[in-house]
């Protein structure tokens, strides 16, 4: 080859090389890209998308700011997004299950459904382990419902609404009923555990320290799969109850969004995700990996999820 030739084609190559990364970005923002998160200041899912969009800025140079929408356990921030004109800019990030119950429980008065947002992926998905004393008569779910069914009127705590349906499903599947004590928050699950006033409840991750002084032990997974960290444990499902609870993280926008836009916003979450800050804060939250579903997964987690949701009411 002619040196002429070879420095066309090398010319070529170059402007192949520099032109993909722009295509690949060719939509920026024309104005600050909002992340409406659907709970207060402080909590896990606020401490996640705060990083979060430090890291996007970070990494895109884009202006990214963050504004608390709490109220429904994140139906109040989905309400104004779906509400408001698709405007590239604005993104939601809440947890699937409390929007998917409340969208089962009462439907018809909301002014959305699944198919008002164009969903860009998820950042986490927190594991929900059913968990007791180290000294508790029992150490898995049959054997939980047995000590029930034996001695009546068992306390157990909750801390939120899908918990009680999963023992509302329990109670169905075994005919045993619980006394259900509604806990602030998994640090108090914990307290109350150890402090006797119940014998089991829910946590996502408080439980882990006392798991490894052995003042703790796993019951059950209430996740569709098996806890990373007990495999051994059963599910409800295995167990006999079919019922599970998975809390997704996600983002999405107004249906309607452009396309270019959607796929630039989705592509700068799913570069974060994968960064050392994010993965970070997401295992101080919810003691696991981060996980992002992508955009079709994000949205077929809420299609399927809608049908669990559904099936926990039936129960």
């Not at 703790?216 to 051994?232: C, F, G, H």
């Not at 969004?257 to 989705?266: G, K, S, V």
């Not at 949205?299 to 949701?309: F, W």
């Amino acid at each position: 080859m002619k040196l002429t030739s070879k420095l066309k084609a090398l010319g070529a190559a170059a402007l192949i090389a520099l032109s993909a990364p722009m295509a690949a970005h060719a939509w920026e923002p024309s104005k600050p890209i909002t992340i409406q998160i659907g709970f207060g200041a402080g909590g896990s899912t606020d401490t996640m998308g705060r990083v979060l969009a430090e890291v996007i800025k970070d990494q895109t140079g884009w202006n990214v700011i963050v504004e608390n929408r709490p109220g429904g356990g994140g139906v109040a921030m989905f309400t104004s997004v779906s509400q408001r004109p698709a405007d590239n800019h604005t993104i939601g990030m809440g947890v699937g299950i409390p929007v998917l119950v409340q969208l089962v429980q009462r439907g018809d008065e909301l002014p959305f459904d699944i198919d008002s947002f164009d969903y860009l992926g998820t950042i986490a998905k927190a594991e929900l382990a059913l968990v007791a004393s180290a000294d508790a008569p029992f150490d898995d779910l049959q054997g939980m419902i047995a000590y029930a069914k034996e001695q009546g009127n068992m306390p157990l705590a909750t801390m939120a609404p899908p918990q009680v349906l999963m023992m509302k499903a329990t109670t169905k599947a075994s005919g045993v009923d619980f006394n259900l004590v509604t806990a602030d928050g998994g640090a108090e699950v914990i307290r109350l555990i150890l402090g006797g006033q119940v014998l089991a409840g829910f946590a996502s991750g408080e439980h882990f320290p006392y798991l490894e002084s052995g003042d703790m032990k796993v019951i059950a997974s209430a996740n569709q799969a098996r806890l990373s960290y007990a495999p051994d444990t059963k599910t409800f499902v295995e167990s006999g109850v079919d019922a599970f609870v998975d809390a997704v993280f996600f983002l999405a926008m107004k249906a309607g969004t452009d396309p270019e836009a959607a796929a630039a916003i989705a592509a700068a979450i799913d570069a974060a995700v994968q960064s050392p800050e994010v993965a970070e804060i997401v295992r101080n939250a919810v003691q696991g990996d981060p996980i992002n579903m992508g955009p079709e997964g994000a949205k077929l987690m809420m299609v399927d999820g809608l049908a669990n949701a559904k099936r926990l009411f039936a129960n």
